[in-house]
């Protein structure tokens, strides 16, 4: 059966880097790019990026070119998303999510992690 | 604010059949057939319900339905039954520098 576990729950400062992971199992993690979802409390989701694991090629949404990191690591079938500074305005909900169809980066989510609740605050 | 305009709430009674809207822009729903909907409960990851405008990913569902029209798109729910209550999202591909957009949900109440 296919899966992604993400990492737990963090409690963080601002300021502060953090870096989350989602791993994959039950199918060819290089086969499928995994993308990152925000979803702020109360909020929709919103699309943050995505990452073919294979060749490491990344595209982000404008909205979080520069503010995250997506990277993986295909040795382990993981996927990671990453922060230098955080800020107030980071604390969310995040999935990793993998798109229907093989090596499609855009294309709908139909396996998606469990979430993790990062909260950042003084 | 959220690219995609969905109503906020949409209620119905069990057995009834109830439609949600998505309205975008020729940038995006008008122009692609990369719409999906999206099913989530409380404390729970969304779940996909239709991909490409009208597709039913296997073991969901009958009674949920897409279709599109323009620059909107729709998800309509027959049959309406309790576990059918939660929040709805849609999404798109869009050809601005975000990639994807979603909706800002609709939350589906079953009376």
């Known amino acids: 059966e296919v899966h992604l576990v993400q990492s737990g729950a963090e409690v963080k400062k601002p300021g502060e880097s953090l870096k989350i992971s989602c791993k994959g199992s039950?199918?060819?993690?290089?086969?499928?790019?995994i993308g990152w979802v925000r979803q702020m409390p109360g909020k929709g989701p919103e699309w943050m990026g995505i990452?073919?694991?294979?060749?490491?090629?990344?595209r982000y949404s404008v909205s979080f070119q520069g503010q995250v990191t997506i990277s993986a690591d295909r040795s382990i079938s993981t996927a990671y998303l990453q922060w230098s500074s955080l800020k107030a305005s980071d604390t969310a909900m995040y999935y990793c999510?993998?798109?229907?169809?093989?090596?499609?980066?855009?294309?709908?989510?139909?396996?998606w992690g469990q979430g993790t609740l990062v909260t950042v605050s003084s | 604010q959220s690219a995609l305009t969905q109503p906020a709430s949409v209620s119905g009674s069990p057995g009834q059949s109830i439609t949600i809207s998505c309205t975008g822009t020729?940038?995006?729903?008008?122009?692609?057939?990369?719409v999906s909907w999206y099913q989530q409960h409380p404390g729970k990851a969304p779940k996909l319900m239709i991909s490409?405008?009208?597709n039913r990913p296997s073991g969901v569902s009958i009674r949920f339905s897409g279709s599109k029209s323009g620059n909107t798109a729709s998800l309509t729910i027959s049959g309406l039954q309790a576990d059918d209550e939660a929040d709805y999202y849609c999404?798109?591909?869009?050809?601005?520098?975000?990639?994807?957009?979603f909706g800002a949900g609709t939350k589906v109440t079953v009376l």
């Open positions: 990452i073919n694991p294979g060749d490491s090629d990344t």
């Open positions: 490409d405008v009208s």
């Open positions: 020729s940038s995006d729903i008008g122009s692609y057939n990369y």
């Open positions: 039950g199918y060819s993690f290089t086969s499928y790019w």
């Open positions: 999510a993998r798109p229907q169809r093989a090596m499609r980066a855009y294309d709908a989510f139909d396996i």
């Open positions: 999404s798109s591909y869009t050809r601005s520098s975000s990639l994807f957009v």
